[in-house]
Every structure is written in structure tokens, then in C-alpha cells.
């Protein structure tokens, strides 16, 4: 079993998982998201809803 964190990945700009054991480094910064917690929680859960192929 791994603990995963859920979060913004600038280098990918999307939501990504990370493994806690696998972060060596995190940088926090002052600045604030743009949007209200509950919406980017609702964004990143949209985020993992896999969707059909439309032209298939």
C-alpha cells in the first residue's frame, strides 16, 4: 500500500498523483489557487472520469 498525494503538477499543468515516498523535494509558495477549494476538488475529480472516444 502507498500514500498518494493529489495536486496541481506545474510542469504537466494538470492534476496529477504523487507517491509521498517518492517526493524528495516541494517547494510552497504564498501565492493563493485561483479558484475556491471545493471547485478545484470538483475539477480534479471530473479529471479522473476516463470517457469514451467519441469517433469510435
Known amino acids: ?7 496541481w503538477c506545474e510542469l ?3 492534476f ?3 507517491r509521498t515516498d517518492r517526493v ?3 517547494e510552497y509558495l504564498d501565492e493563493k ?4 477549494r471545493d471547485l478545484l476538488r470538483a ?5 479522473l ?8
Open 1 to 7: 500500500a502507498v500514500r498518494l498525494l493529489a495536486a
Open 12 to 14: 504537466r499543468r494538470d
Open 16 to 18: 496529477r498523483s504523487f
Open 24 to 26: 524528495v523535494d516541494a
Open 33 to 36: 489557487y485561483p479558484e475556491r
Open 43 to 47: 475539477r480534479w475529480r471530473r479529471s
Open 49 to 56: 472520469v476516463w470517457e469514451h472516444p467519441s469517433d469510435i
